[in-house]
């Protein structure tokens, strides 16, 4: 499932510049979430924990979303992916997280890992068009503050990490896996 999350170096730089650091970051946020949803059925991707709704699957959705979002929309400007496109976020703001159980586990894996490959492109596009400092192009809103890449990229570390930590709870209860890193 997360051939191409597994191939990156889930240990952020000691010593690296600011970018660097940031991404090294953000990449071991996304390792630790690839290790908590890795190899999980269709069951298993359903699973809830105590009163929250939240399942694994709904997470590899929203953040599908999330990615998107955060490299095309706001950092690039350009309209909304699909599926995203086509949903009516003001009647229903929650399709992502409700929508996933009626995805199978393989369409979640690759919706994400497809997210997460286009918004690795996209993002060092833009770090080497003005670097941290580049200023967003936030198409579905032009009348809000602009964020730079830096604030974005913390965003983006922000919500995974949030989001592991939910993982965590879950995949303990599905199979008993615990820990923070992937191994490696």
Excluded: C
Excluded at 8 to 33: K, M
Excluded at 55 to 77: C, I, N, P, V
């Amino acid at each position: 499932m997360n051939d191409q999350i597994d191939q990156i170096n889930s240990e952020p730089p000691i010593s690296g510049d600011e970018a660097t650091t940031l991404l090294g970051f953000l990449e071991r946020q996304r390792a630790t979430f690839a290790w908590k949803t890795d190899g999980l059925d269709e069951a298993a991707l359903r699973v809830t924990h105590g009163p929250s709704s939240m399942t694994l699957g709904g997470m590899l959705k929203h953040l599908a979303r999330f990615e998107d979002d955060m490299s095309t929309e706001w950092l690039h400007g350009s309209a909304q992916l699909p599926p995203w496109n086509a949903v009516d976020w003001d009647t229903d703001h929650d399709w992502d997280w409700r929508s996933a159980s009626e995805d199978s586990p393989d369409q979640l894996y690759v919706q994400w890992r497809d997210a997460v490959a286009r918004s690795r492109a996209l993002l060092a596009e833009a770090l080497t068009d003005g670097g941290l400092e580049r200023q967003a192009v936030i198409a579905s809103n032009p009348n809000i503050a602009l964020p730079s890449l830096r604030y974005i990229l913390l965003n983006m570390v922000e919500e995974y990490a949030r989001h592991n930590g939910h993982a965590d709870l879950i995949r303990e209860s599905v199979d008993g896996l615990v820990g923070q890193d992937p191994p490696g």
